[in-house]
């Protein structure tokens, strides 16, 4: 018996029209480029969508057009999050951080028929220009004044101009929930940048399941400060969250260093925010260095790449829970989260912040299955490893113009690439990236843990372990460490610093000190690079204990 509901769409738009409708008055600031703070709220974000909805069709633009975007997290750009998706477009984050070439690959590849940047992104596009096929049209996310002047682009729109020119209100489409809305490329560590081609149903509901308390716990007296890029999977969906739920907003813009996130984090009483480890890193040391604290605070959200135990309780410290979660762009992203349960309540701080450095356990939406290489499910007992499978409303089902990829291949299931093991509560712990296991005398050896406890060395600003060649063994791991200013470490001292907190089998054995490390656009350590690097001989002499 079919029932007997409505059958409303679940569209990106109505998450702002409720926005505007029921708190209008909630402030978006947004750090701009000058450093200088804008300020707008739901209402009027609500109003000029509308506008700059009926703009985009001033470029001919069809159902399903791509429209990119080249930006810092800012109120224009969540203008377009909506206002694109809303008119029945796709709204293309690009990753400016990628290389010239790859963000050159993903505008011809995506077809990007319009393309919105900052004004510090035109010199990025005028190098690239001659690398595509067709210039889409520019527009200049600024105001007249702010127009920058190129040779190279003589045709630039300013943003301003367009909403000022388009007329009131837009008659807002009536679009199916499975028509796409955004579209965002994987970073490439793994290979060329994939495209990921989120639907409004999907953006919907994937922002209903992180509000909830036991994932981002967000509500109308949340202040939400997504420091994680909106070009890096739409902000881990907090442009659709903090609306949905009538949170303040606060952008940080292009001024990610420990300074000014701290400035934003106490002037505007953010009590929740999100972004990956090294931001967290440098907003940290920042505060040591100054003698800063934290007031208001509650929750950071920390993900992208595994959180380290000791920032876990850096924050404690500072009075903020930490909330490690583990998604890929594939996912929307959010596939897990980690928050306790009432059974750890009692438990004491050093094993609360043991399991907290697990990657969470599944919101509900996310199923999870973890399989060995024949594909034969692997037993949830938090010791047995396998390959972690996922599947979900907001789980990608393909990627955008390359259906059939091998990560597809398990039918209605998505191969994450992911090593992990799952206890029976849940908790899923990432143990590395398939490519990155180290794989020693047929043994798996898990990068991740080891730069954990490296990480908790006094000595050690930053670690990455990668698989080195060995004769013996197949692979060894090989340490490579960055060094506080004037701080010294031998090999042996960390091969001690080891012991008792791994099998000694898995005790790095050769170390590298290095300057510093290399990361991806999206600020992981690039594994796939320092291989390379250790391959071409380009790394320091290797230390042995
Ligand atoms: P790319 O695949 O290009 O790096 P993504 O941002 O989609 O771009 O990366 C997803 C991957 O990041 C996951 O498959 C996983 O390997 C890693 N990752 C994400 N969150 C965590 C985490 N909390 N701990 C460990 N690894 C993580």
């Known amino acids: 018996m079919r029932a007997m509901m409505m059958d409303v769409p679940l569209l990106t738009t109505s998450i702002l029209r409720h926005a505007a409708e029921y708190h209008g008055d909630t402030e978006i600031v947004s750090r701009l480029p000058d450093g200088a703070l804008h300020r707008t709220n739901y209402a009027e974000t609500w109003e000029r969508c509308a506008r700059l909805a009926g703009a985009l069709g001033a470029f001919g633009l069809a159902p399903g057009d791509r429209v990119g975007t080249l930006a810092w997290n800012g109120h224009r750009h969540l203008e377009l999050y909506y206002a694109v998706g809303g008119a029945g477009m796709v709204c293309h984050t690009i990753n400016p951080r990628l290389f010239p070439e790859q963000v050159a690959y993903i505008i011809g590849h995506a077809g990007d028929a ?61 679009l199916d929930e499975r028509d796409a809305c955004s579209l965002c490329y994987t970073s490439g560590t793994t290979g060329e940048p994939k495209g990921v081609l989120y639907s409004h149903r999907s953006s919907v509901l994937h922002a209903m399941a992180v509000c909830v308390p036991d994932v981002f716990a967000l509500s109308a007296r949340s202040v939400v400060m997504p420091v994680v890029p909106m070009f890096h999977v739409n902000a881990w969906g907090l442009p659709y969250a903090a609306p949905m739920v ?19 984090i106490e002037e505007e ?44 309780k850096r924050f404690r410290a500072l009075g903020a829970t930490v909330v490690h979660g583990w998604g890929m762009t594939e996912t929307s992203p959010l596939g897990v989260a980690n928050t306790p349960k009432a059974k750890h309540k009692d438990l004491p701080e050093e094993r609360q912040i043991e399991l907290s450095a697990k990657q969470g356990r599944p919101l509900f939406g996310v199923e999870l299955r973890m399989v060995d290489g024949h594909g034969r499910d692997v037993p949830h007992d938090g010791t047995a490893r396998g390959s972690l499978l996922v599947r979900g409303p907001w789980i990608a089902a393909g990627y955008y113009r390359q259906p059939d990829a091998p990560a597809f291949a398990h039918p209605g299931w998505f191969e994450t690439g992911d090593v992990v093991t799952i206890d029976a509560d849940g908790y899923v712990q990432v143990v590395d990236r398939t490519k990155d296991v180290v794989k020693s005398g047929g043994e798996w050896i898990g990068s991740i843990e080891l730069e954990n406890i490296a990480l908790a060395h006094p000595a050690v600003r930053e670690a990455a372990v990668v698989a080195r060649p060995d004769e013996r063994w197949g692979e060894r791991p090989l ?22 907190k791994v099998p000694r089998w898995c005790i790095p054995d050769a170390m590298v000190v290095v300057q510093e490390l290399p990361h991806t656009a999206t600020g992981k350590l690039q594994k796939a690079r320092i291989r390379e690097m250790l391959r071409a001989g380009e790394l320091p002499p290797v230390m042995t204990a």
């Not at 009538?246 to 934003?264: I, N, R, T």
């Not at 605070?297 to 920390?302: A, K, S």
């Not at 340490?479 to 008792?500: I, K, Q, R, S, W």
């Open 479 to 500: 340490l490579l460490l960055v060094l506080h200013d004037g701080m010294f470490v031998t090999c042996g001292e960390m091969a001690a610093f080891y012991e008792g």
């Open 114 to 174: 319009a393309l919105f940047v900052d004004p510090c992104f035109v010199g990025l596009l005028e190098g690239i220009a001659d690398r595509l096929e067709q210039l889409p049209s520019v527009v200049v996310m600024t105001d007249r004044a702010g127009m920058p002047a190129s040779s190279r682009l003589p045709d630039l729109l300013c943003y301003e101009d367009l909403i000022e020119a388009a007329p009131k209100g837009f008659d807002w489409p009536e």
């Open 269 to 312: 009483g953010v009590t929740y925010t999100a972004g990956v480890p090294t931001v967290w890193m440098a907003l940290l040391d920042w505060m040591r260095d100054n003698g800063q604290s934290l007031h208001g605070l509650e929750r950071v959200v920390i993900g992208g790449s595994a959180c380290p135990p000791v920032m876990i």
């Open 246 to 264: 009538g949170a303040k907003l606060v952008l940080p813009g292009p001024k990610l260093d420990g300074a000014s996130l701290h400035a934003l």
